[in-house]
Nanobody
Framework: QVQLVESGGGLVQAGDSLRLSCAAS????????IGWFRQAPGKEREFVAA????????SHADSVKGRFTISRDSAKNTVYLQMNSLKPEDTAVYYC???????????????????WGQGTQVTVSS
């Protein structure tokens, strides 16, 4: 399994931007679909965005569509989540997750992934 480490979280004001990074170890990163999920206090973990192994296929939750963008840099073994126009309801711990696939599929359910990072806190004040 790949090891994943998130970074880039912090405390920002509504309307600000943040870029989260998910750094992966191992030489097989290009074989992994990567997803971003988030979990707010007292709520279930929810899907945010996912990207296929090649990076050509992406998906975003309706709640973040048009504001968040997932991308990957295979040379750096890193997946990014660019978050613009942040809202207080975006406050959560953000996790990246990975699964090795032999297709361009990019799961949008947490059970579709078998490697998880430790999470990074994003807090958006109003």
């Amino acid at each position: 399994q790949v090891q994943l480490v998130e970074s880039g979280g912090g405390l920002v004001q509504a309307g600000d931007s943040l870029r989260l990074s998910c750094a992966a170890s191992g030489r097989t990163f290009s074989s992994y679909a990567i997803g971003w999920f988030r979990q707010a206090p007292g709520k279930e973990r929810e899907f945010v965005a996912a990207i296929s192994r090649s990076g050509y296929s992406t998906s975003h939750a309706d709640s973040v569509k048009g504001r968040f963008t997932i991308s990957r840099d295979s040379a750096k073994n890193t997946v990014y989540l660019q978050m613009n126009s942040l809202k207080p309801e975006d406050t959560a711990v953000y996790y990246c997750a990975g699964v090795r696939l032999y297709s361009e599929f990019r799961p949008s359910q947490a059970y579709g992934y078998d490697s998880w990072g430790q999470g990074t806190q994003v807090t958006v004040s109003s």
